[in-house]
């Protein structure tokens, strides 16, 4: 399989004089720097001086492969993940990425990809992920593709369409409480030797190489409209922010781009996990969450990759509530796109900050429509087909007849 | 916006010496060809003599706007539709081409540019559709996006996930008996001026522009792997699989392609009027239809255009059932890959007849899996986290622990 990569390397983000060798990937972050309180991720490390020119001169298009010089060893097969498109909205003067246009229409693909391909890599028998919606969903997927099993622990509050897309792609789905789910997603890698692919950590760290994936988005971006202004992010543990903003440090380090995007995080009111590091100077902390029906990002603990994208890029973490993700998600219906409540986050924190810019800014989209609370819940009124009851019906929507 | 169309004139299917101008587009089919039981479809003509040779150099990426010149006027904007990948399934020696990648998840995007183009290009306020699912929500979007109107008129049967679907871009969505639909299509285009893009018709024409948008699903495939040796396409009225074959046809008559890939159509064995006119030696015919979860496609009406689309390619119409679709459906899940039922009718009709091909075959597959019956539906149960019961099930599902 695809062996194009130049990946040296594991590197600490929490002291990047530490290196560890590129194999096994370090699933629980870095062991030397991560405190009782605080886990500190790796990223991946590569040969940039061997970048070949002209991989940034191909069209844009999907199989994260193309890629495959500045990724991870791609040794799990793809599903053409990736090459999702840019979409101008005039009204609001951004642009979205429409990250619905994955193989299981979300942006975890481009991280399966490359997590499921690092279990492929050392050989684990299946791989294992706590996850109540796309995440989990995703990683049975690329399990599936690449001939591993899957085991997706889920919780019983997932969202009916989601049980049905969780349960598809073969995979053997548990639901279990909430709190039980890292403990036994920690025990079943034990036992069975199953490659975890979400995080188990006190403060977020996730897998190793799976955020490596998302630089595609960064690469994607900058192949059509260049370095926006800013990109505008829906964030619950970070990895999406992280991942897209080495992309474009990347762009920046080969001399292909003069500067990165300020990253803004938008996570929901609810809880917030970075904006409260942020706000105290911590490096990734924990926040007792409340309700909200972008339950996709609605994490309790936060993660350090995140605090560095912000930091690095004079970005921000903005908080989005439930009414401004409502109206966000509505206007972008009204505009052809129809997304989760969480993939929302972008257009509605841009909203609270758009003054504050004039170049071209970029939403990210997450996920589809369909993952979210309340879908299938519609119970359609028969309406009476008599010509009169049909033109009353459509005056009332303003609807000349 | 985009008037780099080619297009001349529409023509007749039924009597091809009889031309038409291209505006307005004919939304009841050929006026002097149709007779009291067969409405006749009609097609764009296009200055075939013109056609810039960059056209098929150029890379498959998403937005139709790039096959501009074959297709008619696009006058309403895009959501980035087209640019689908064809993945690769080994078990079964096919590609699939994924348009569940789509912006609003299904080929119907392709279809629903042209349409709503042509809606803009009349100055109609709005457009009129009957759909219970993709197609509806498609125009939905695609009107939204325009700036017009939209009034859906779907059945009561429509699944959960998909009402709320159909719902989520903004547009009048009246349920009303599924017989009413017609006729009040047919009134509610001629009281309000909003174009009609879903059939009229006593066997099937639609819309006059539509079908041309799936030409490019032949561009496509062209380009990434050249003519393959057939085509499995879901069919309900025929539209696909008629645009998808014209498109190689067109391929052929520009001198860039040998010869078409035969086309097979897949209907479910629960009605299947194609598969009864080609067996009578009718243009076009109806049926009664039995009961099958395949919705999407079990179509009471055929059309002339799959007709045609078979009788020059030397195909078959080819009746699937729900246990072969169901087989197909599952075994396109374990490939990482969730459609809804209807979608597997391309695998399934391929896997009848698989002996008969060595070249690559193209299965097309239409649609995500959350548009399907009974999603949604899954009651999960909640499993006791111990550890004994969790290794219970685990072994249960052969996962040595």
Same mark, same amino acid.
């Given at each position: ?70 990724? =991870? ?59 109540? !919606?796309? @995440? ?38 548990? /639901? ?18 199953? @490659? ?61 781009? =003069? ?7 938008? &996570? ?19 926040? &007792? ?12 603990? !936060? !993660? ?62 997450? /996920? ?11 119970? =359609? ?21």
């Amino acid at each position: 399989m695809n062996d194009l990569s130049l990946a040296t390397g594991q590197r600490s983000l929490g002291d990047p004089d530490l290196r560890y060798p590129l194999w096994p990937p370090l699933t629980r972050g870095c062991p030397a720097s991560s405190t009782d309180t605080t886990s500190y991720p790796v990223e991946v490390d590569y040969d940039y001086d061997r970048v070949p020119v002209e991989l940034f001169q191909q069209p844009v298009g999907s199989g994260l492969d193309r890629w495959a010089p500045l990724l =991870p060893p791609l040794r799990a097969p793809g599903l053409g993940e990736g090459g999702t498109p840019l979409i101008e909205i005039p009204a609001d003067g951004v642009f979205i990425k429409d990250e619905s246009r994955n193989p299981t229409w979300s942006h975890k693909d481009r991280l399966n990809r490359v997590a499921v391909s690092a279990a492929a890599g050392v050989g684990a028998p299946g791989v294992v992920v706590a996850s109540s !919606g796309n @995440h989990g969903a995703s990683a049975a997927a690329y399990a599936a593709r690449a001939g591993l099993r899957c085991v997706v622990l889920t919780s019983a509050e997932a969202p009916p369409a989601v049980n049905s897309f969780v349960r598809s792609y073969g995979a053997v789905v548990l /639901s279990v409480p909430t709190p039980a789910r890292w403990p036994l997603l920690r025990r079943i890698a034990a036992e069975t030797g199953f @490659h975890p692919v979400s995080n188990s950590t006190t403060t977020h760290t996730g897998h190793a190489f799976g955020p490596e994936g998302y630089k595609t988005i960064a690469y994607e971006i900058f192949a059509e409209i260049g370095v926006p202004a800013a990109l505008f992010v829906p964030t619950g543990y970070g990895e999406l922010l992280f991942g897209a903003w080495k992309g474009f440090a990347e762009l920046v380090r080969l001399g292909l781009a =003069p500067a990165t995007p300020r990253m803004f995080a938008c &996570e929901p009111a609810a809880g917030g996990p970075l904006n409260r590091a942020l706000a105290e100077g911590l490096p990734a902390t924990s926040v &007792e969450i409340g309700p909200t029906d972008a339950y996709g990002i609605n994490c309790p603990v !936060g !993660g350090y990759r995140a605090t560095v994208a912000v930091r690095e890029s004079v970005g921000r973490a903005l908080l989005v509530d439930d009414a401004e993700l409502a109206q966000a998600q509505q206007d972008l219906g009204r505009s052809g796109l129809w997304y989760e409540l969480s993939s929302a986050a972008g257009l509605a924190g841009f909203r609270q900050v758009r003054d504050e810019f004039d170049g071209p800014v970029v939403c990210v989209a997450t /996920s589809s429509g369909f993952k979210d609370i309340g879908v299938g819940g519609v119970q =359609p009124e028969v309406v009476d087909p008599d010509w009169d009851v049909v033109r009353r019906r459509l005056r009332t929507a303003d609807i000349a007849c």
